[in-house]
């Protein structure tokens, strides 16, 4: 069986042109699609994708990571396949002989073939599934709808098209760093280069504590009390400090202690 080749047309910008012969004489299939981030969600070749058999390569102009996490998405991603950022290749000879060694691709010449597909520009996060606990921080943060926690407590991303497009904010809010932007060319890790992971922005977290009302980990206080100016903020959610019962209770204690010392015995 041939390990398929699925090539973003709009991947290599002339500099791989030549590669789809390369891929063919190396012994791959090879598919021409679009940039399949852009492809609708209801767009026949994602069906597909998931029913190919055997090895494949997919050479999007994505970080690997955000190739993986789309095609788990639409569940075509198998331990067989390889993530490769086109953009980072500039010889198509070299790329072809080493993706065969890596498949090991028969002898013979393979096909090459048009896959048309519905696409136009999207916007959307993208789960780092390895990395993500199901929070729902994400769920509780956005606006938009773009998330749904189903019965089992676990998040999806079912409306991904109601995002608004440029806006990364969930993902300096999630506490894992499991929530990618492929198209952000702003910040690396929201983008999800290799090693790197978004980290929690403070300002975010602090509005998302203000948007949702939700309890605060850190200092245990819940909803959106009134600004207290000059007041000690928690670094978590942005809520002035109060001192917690207990605490009072137990430094009142501590006082009358002291007092009863202070007056000595009876």
Same mark, same amino acid.
């Given at each position: 069986? !041939?390990?398929?080749?699925?090539?973003?047309?709009?991947?290599?910008?002339?500099?791989?042109?030549?590669?789809?012969?390369?891929?063919?004489?190396?012994?791959?299939?090879?598919?021409?699609?679009?940039?399949?981030?852009?492809?609708?969600?209801?767009?026949?070749?994602?069906?597909?994708?998931?029913?190919?058999? #055997?090895?494949?390569?997919?050479?999007?102009p994505l970080h690997p990571r955000p190739i993986e996490a789309l095609l788990r998405r639409h569940g075509a991603w198998r331990t067989?396949?390889?993530?490769v950022d086109s953009r980072t290749r500039e010889a198509p000879a070299p790329l072809a002989a080493e993706l065969s060694r890596r498949?090991?691709?028969?002898?013979?010449?393979?096909?090459?073939? !048009?896959?048309?597909?519905?696409?136009?520009?999207?916007?959307?996060?993208?789960?780092?599934?390895? !990395?993500?606990?199901?929070?729902?921080?994400?769920?509780?943060?956005?606006?938009? #709808?773009?998330?749904?926690?189903?019965?089992?407590?676990?998040?999806?991303?079912?409306?991904?098209?109601?995002?608004?497009?440029?806006?990364?904010?969930?993902? !300096?809010?999630?506490?894992?760093?499991?929530?990618?932007?492929?198209?952000?060319?702003?910040?690396?890790?929201?983008?999800?280069?290799?090693?790197?992971?978004?980290?929690?922005?403070?300002?975010?977290?602090?509005?998302?504590?203000?948007?949702?009302?939700?309890?605060?980990?850190?200092? #245990?206080?819940?909803?959106?009390?009134?600004?207290?100016? #000059?007041?000690?903020?928690?670094?978590?959610?942005?809520?002035?400090?109060?001192?917690?019962?207990?605490?009072?209770?137990?430094?009142?204690?501590?006082?009358?202690?002291?007092?009863?010392?202070?007056?000595?015995?009876?």
């Amino acid at each position: 069986m !041939r390990p398929t080749a699925v090539l973003a047309l709009d991947a290599s910008d002339g500099r791989l042109d030549e590669l789809p012969r390369h891929l063919s004489d190396a012994g791959f299939d090879v598919w021409l699609v679009p940039n399949l981030y852009h492809v609708a969600e209801a767009c026949e070749l994602w069906r597909d994708l998931a029913s190919l058999e #055997g090895g494949a390569v997919f050479l999007l102009p994505l970080h690997p990571r955000p190739i993986e996490a789309l095609l788990r998405r639409h569940g075509a991603w198998r331990t067989e396949c390889l993530a490769v950022d086109s953009r980072t290749r500039e010889a198509p000879a070299p790329l072809a002989a080493e993706l065969s060694r890596r498949l090991g691709s028969p002898s013979g010449a393979g096909s090459i073939q !048009r896959r048309d597909a519905s696409a136009g520009a999207r916007w959307y996060p993208l789960v780092d599934e390895s !990395r993500c606990t199901h929070c729902g921080s994400c769920f509780q943060f956005c606006l938009f #709808g773009v998330y749904e926690m189903d019965e089992r407590k676990k998040v999806r991303i079912v409306h991904p098209d109601r995002c608004k497009p440029g806006c990364p904010a969930c993902s !300096r809010i999630c506490p894992q760093g499991a929530l990618i932007f492929a198209l952000y060319d702003k910040d690396p890790a929201i983008a999800g280069a290799p090693g790197r992971f978004p980290k929690p922005d403070a300002a975010a977290r602090k509005m998302y504590y203000a948007r949702t009302g939700l309890p605060c980990p850190r200092c #245990g206080q819940a909803g959106k009390p009134a600004p207290q100016p #000059g007041a000690p903020a928690c670094d978590e959610c942005g809520r002035p400090r109060v001192a917690a019962k207990r605490d009072r209770d137990e430094l009142d204690a501590l006082l009358d202690g002291l007092e009863r010392l202070q007056e000595g015995p009876r």
